[in-house]
């Protein structure tokens, strides 16, 4: 991954929040934050930036200004929870769908020390679930279900507990007073994962019709329309609109089929699949759910521990999301995706295919 200091991620915070600039204009811009540096080193500073991808150029001359390249966008370092404390509508980010996105995606997405934590987090793993016995794999895959199904749902603002969670699907009991529909989103994601855990080999490599099936198990009996959609939708709280007909929805989701195969560490796969579902919204609901759930088909494919969630925080997986429909940046969500394939690795003894859940 590129290494950027901290003057260049000032600088691209300055090209987030006001787009095309010249030099002369940068420079006004880091002199009012402060402190004092020259316009030649400005310059050079934006030269450099250039050079590593993080800045394209528009004209020549004068009339030479600068933008924000995709890369930079990817890695750009935002401080998520006060620009999320913004209202949408006074918020800077991008309202439409970034076509260069998914296309531009580098393949190294992870840090040299984030991909210390997850080889460490691995090794760590297969350690630890290496001669289970059986009945304790079983377990263990209980256990995953049951803390995923719960952690998942909420994020979507299901309020089944988790002790809910544990009876509805141990005992098929639902929780008192709670609409039918959070059952059957709970009972959906149990669905969903024993078919992913069933049929783990088959996603070593991504495909539409792979991610269509899992979206379908999951909004089973929820009165969710299936397959890719046809008509808008928008997203609480933000001015991003996603793709708007179906024919672009298709091209975006073939995009990211191949920006996953592209990826060359089973980490990057489960991360863009992650990432890539939740920006594209393809199915009129339900598509966060989606992103969890292959993310985790991939690691499972690969031999990678699947995450739960058990440990995130709402709040900030939510602006993460958000930060990544308006800025493109993707470091928020990846540093929750990082802490919590650390927690699932050090938590679980979950292999996969290794029997079928009952």
Known sequence: MIEISEKQQQLLKIFLQFGEMSSSAVHASVTEAGPRTSLI???RALSEMVATGLLAVIGSGRATRYKIATVGRVFANVDVRQYC?????RRYGLEHFNFQLLPELPVDIFSKQEVDMLQHATRAYEERTTDLSAAMQKKELERLVIELSWKSSKIEGNTYTLLDTEKLLTENTPA????????AMILNHKAAFTW?????????????AHLEKVHALLVADLDIDLGIRRKPVGVVGSRYQPLDNAHQVTEAVDQLTAAVNRMTSPYAKAFVALLGISYIQPFGDGNKRTARLMANAVLLAHGR?????RSVDEVAYREATLALYELNTIVPLRRIFVEQYTFAASHYGVKAALQKLK
């Open 41 to 43: 080193t400005i310059k």
């Open 85 to 89: 404390a913004v209202e949408p509508d």
């Open 176 to 183: 008192v007073g709670h609409d039918k529909q959070e059952a």
């Open 196 to 208: 992913i855990y069933s049929h783990a080999t088959d996603f070593r490599t991504l495909t539409r």
């Open 305 to 309: 521990a699947p995450l739960s969630y």
